[in-house]
């Protein structure tokens, strides 16, 4: 067999696998009893097994092999899980995430894991016998016909039970002329999903999708509504002659032969319910974002394809063009103004606009992507560094663009690394200052408006002021002056400064010679911006703000004399005209009064050097008030031109750092227009 | 142009500024372009004229002229602009004209003399003799440098 068309294929799913693997092991650490969390990584082990010895990667299949030896004699209680076996199956994950790599890389996937190998075999020789032949008996998938349940969804259904969920059995029969029944199925799980949890199907989801049944399709649904309100809201669904719900019982999954490793896990659970329960709704709760997710989409088979990457990129660039010409249209119609012409502009630029949104979120990727690969790294840093943490992610699923994901990953790395070596004090200085011995560091993504934030706190020491700014007047970052009025914020962000570094040891883990002004200026050159508070004694936070998309931006254009400016959108809050008179002088600062606050006037003009024949004299003004933060600044221009949308350029390698200069973009015309960087014109 | 150096000649393109001739490697050159609408760039050395759109490409322009200190020309038709890379940084150069295509042979060019004299002494890899006509041959990075 040809196997090479789908060696990309194997390693995308050989890396999910992984990841799937590194996750549940984190949390079979935090929950060495929860047993479901092993059967979960034995599933992802399983197939990797079987993907890597289709594909003839044997030393890939072999650990696998044996890594899945110990998962099962795990899951079957002949080993219990000990921080030594974990850290040996961790061992190996990471032995299988290099193999991957190289295979990507276009080795052979070969790799002396001798060591793992022998380690895994004493772990399973140790405490289980016959462990590796039970594990070539073990059903990884379920291709049964009828609906019967193997152990991993009893032990679903069992502890579903506990939680009051009722489990049925669900025969939905179709009218003999129904025409999509591909449609109905899927109209059916659609009400299912609203309501619980689908775990079971026969035929399975691949078949109802391919219409491979007669008239009636079997479901095994998890929910808390009542039966008889289930079969109403089925039926709804046009061309369904029938619903039959039956429930399923404790006892009927019982008599089953391998049932004794659930069974022995449910009397526990029984006998040690006060402890048993509370882990199980936790790991549930811990588990809600990711697994039922995972658990609804299969069902539905969630209709998905692999893109190339490449390809979303060309289909980028082609629709940057295209809209670099739209606002050529746009400005030959507004000129020519002709009805018919207007009209098919517009109804054009409206689909563009469609089409627009529908690539820019093609192109989107959770931050989940870069998100994890932390939970191991905070592992090792914390056994590096002899500290205890723990790392909480929250709003892992938030999209960005993929030109930011790219980039934003090792801005990350670096600040966490920093927060865990810097901020996270040891264990006993710890529990000296009457604090938990774990310190906590949270990594949370959210979006707000245009922007996707991303904060990185820790409950650790926080930053010593008085060190920070002895040491930035000793390296000469800022002068004795400028101290004097700086602001406790002002003086945390001094950190960034280039030319600051405070470590005092160089540690392997944040001390190698780089210090956090790369970060800053790597998400300065993502259009975003990165801010410190930090409470000394009791944590900081690092705050990133991040722009949604680097490729396509709303704009306001300006007109100074000749010269258009583009100033983005989102720093905009609002254009007026105001009277001379209105100018104020204060401190040799022209300002304005807007809405009862006084914000300092910047004559773009000035700023930009432009050059003027004769001076303006004119008694009206156009002002556009930006913001930074919470500051504001009147930017003073000769004329408003319009909103537009506009593909953001680059102005090149030769000319960087232009003062108040972003970027360009080319307008409708085929001229270009410079964009207005307003951070840089507010201080 | 370490390959050119290698062979025996050198295509190069000449242009002309203030009556006296000039090469780059062909190999350097992307395109001549007609001026066209130059979007000024603020708070750039003089020399640096602005950016156009070259087929979607934002590309920074130098005037050459500005850049060796001569005076602006009055002529502006035969201007013409250069687009070379350097580096794989695009870059325009405004030069009076542009209208040569030549091969020299590598023996043919000699070091600058000492005394040439003028500003862009520092921008001048050698000279080229070809007939009757001095070719002077530009070191396009020390051009860029600022």
């Known amino acids: 067999m040809d196997v090479n068309q789908y060696l990309e294929m194997f390693i995308e799913e050989s890396k999910e696998h992984l990841q799937a693997c590194s996750e549940h092991l984190l949390e079979l650490e935090k929950n060495p009893e929860d047993l479901t969390i092993v059967g979960e990584i034995f599933r992802s082990a399983h197939t990797l097994k079987g993907m890597s010895a289709t594909m003839g990667f044997e030393d890939l299949a072999n650990l696998t092999h044996k890594m899945e030896n110990v998962l099962d004699a795990i899951r079957n209680e002949k080993i219990v899980v000990t921080p030594e076996i974990l850290d040996v199956v961790f061992e190996s994950v990471d032995h299988l995430e290099e193999m991957v790599m190289d295979i990507a890389a276009g080795g052979d996937g070969k790799r002396d894991v001798t060591g793992t190998v022998a380690l895994l075999k004493q772990i399973e020789s140790g405490e289980a016998i016959e462990a590796g032949e039970v594990a070539e008996e073990m059903p990884a998938t379920i291709e049964n016909t009828q609906l019967t349940y193997d152990d991993y969804e009893k032990s679903i259904i069992l502890q579903s039970f506990e939680q009051a969920f009722n489990a049925y059995e669900i025969a939905v029969s179709l009218r003999e002329d129904c025409l999509l029944k591909a449609a109905r199925v899927m109209m059916v799980f659609q009400v299912l999903e609203t309501e619980g949890e689908v775990i079971k199907t026969s035929p399975s989801v691949e078949s109802l999708e391919e219409e491979q049944f007669d008239q009636t399709f079997h479901i095994a649904f998890l929910t808390q509504t009542a039966s008889e309100e289930l079969q109403a809201k089925i039926m709804k669904v046009s061309e369904v002659s029938e619903v039959l719900i039956t429930a399923i019982e404790a006892e009927q999954l019982k008599p089953e032969e391998k049932q004794e490793s659930v069974e022995q896990a449910t009397s526990k659970a029984a006998s040690e319910k006060a402890t048993q329960t509370e882990q199980v709704a936790s790991t549930k709760k811990t588990n809600s974002a990711k697994t039922p997710a995972k658990k609804a989409a299969a069902p539905v088979g969630n209709k998905t394809i692999r893109v190339n990457i490449e390809r979303l990129d060309i289909l980028m660039n082609l629709f940057e063009e295209l809209v670099i010409d739209r606002g050529r249209l746009q400005s030959i119609s507004s000129e020519v103004n002709h009805n018919e012409l207007n009209e098919t502009v517009e109804r054009m630029s409206r689909v563009m606009g469609d089409l627009q949104n529908i690539i820019l979120t093609m192109r989107m990727v959770p931050v989940e992507t870069v998100f994890n690969r932390f939970p191991k790294m905070i592992r090792q840093l914390s056994r590096e560094l002899n500290k205890k943490i723990s790392l909480e992610i929250i709003g892992a699923e938030t999209e960005l663009d993929r030109t930011v994901i790219d980039e934003i990953g090792d801005p990350l790395v670096h600040l966490i690394r920093n927060s865990v070596d810097h901020g996270i004090e040891s264990p006993a200085e710890r529990a000296a200052n009457g604090k938990p011995e774990e310190g906590t560091v949270v990594l949370r993504a959210y979006h707000s408006g245009n922007h996707v934030f991303i904060e990185i706190e820790d409950d650790g020491a926080g930053i010593n002021k008085d060190k920070v700014l002895a040491k930035a007047l000793a390296k000469g970052v800022v002068t004795p002056e400028q101290a004097e009025t700086m602001s406790d914020k002002q003086i945390n962000e001094l950190i960034l400064a280039s030319g600051f570094s405070t470590a005092e040891v160089i540690s392997d883990v944040s001390g190698r010679g780089v210090g956090l002004d790369v970060v800053k200026t790597t998400i300065e050159s993502l259009g975003g911006n990165i801010s410190i508070d930090s409470i000394q004694g009791s944590g900081s936070v690092f705050s990133i703000q991040l722009p949604l998309t680097l490729s396509i931006i709303s704009v306001m254009l300006v007109e100074i004399e000749q010269e258009i400016y583009a100033i983005p959108l989102s720093s905009i809050i609002e254009t007026s005209i105001i009277k001379h008179e209105e100018i104020l002088n204060a401190h040799n600062q022209k300002v304005i009064n807007y809405r009862g606050t006084v914000v300092p006037l910047v004559f773009l003009e000035d700023i930009f050097e432009v050059p003027r024949p004769e001076p303006k004299a004119d008694d009206f003004h156009s002002v556009v008030v930006v913001r930074k933060g919470e500051k504001l600044a009147g930017l003073v221009v000769d004329s408003f031109i319009g909103q537009q949308e506009i593909v953001l350029k680059s102005l090149g390698d030769y000319l960087t750092n232009i003062f108040a200069i972003s970027g360009a973009t080319i307008l409708g015309n085929g001229k270009v227009a410079l964009i207005v960087d307003c951070n840089a014109l507010i201080k | ?146």
């Open chain 2, 1 to 146: 142009m370490s390959t050119a150096i290698e062979q025996d000649n050198m295509k190069v393109i000449v242009f002309q500024l203030e009556n006296k001739e000039y090469a780059i490697p062909v190999s350097n050159v992307q395109g001549i372009e007609r001026l066209m609408h130059i979007t000024r760039v603020p708070k750039t050395p003089s020399y640096v004229k602005g950016v156009i759109n070259l087929r979607g490409v934002v590309t920074p322009i130098i005037d050459l002229r500005d850049r060796f200190n001569l005076p602006a020309t009055e002529n502006r038709d035969t201007e013409r602009i250069i687009i070379v890379s350097i580096r794989n940084t695009e870059v325009g150069f405004i030069v009076d004209s542009a209208n040569d295509v030549l091969d020299i042979k590598m023996s043919a060019i000699e070091p600058q003399p000492e005394v040439v004299g003028s500003e862009e002494e520092e921008f001048i890899s050698g000279v080229a003799r070809l007939d009757n006509r001095l070719l002077i041959l530009l070191q396009l990075e020390k051009v860029l440098n600022t």
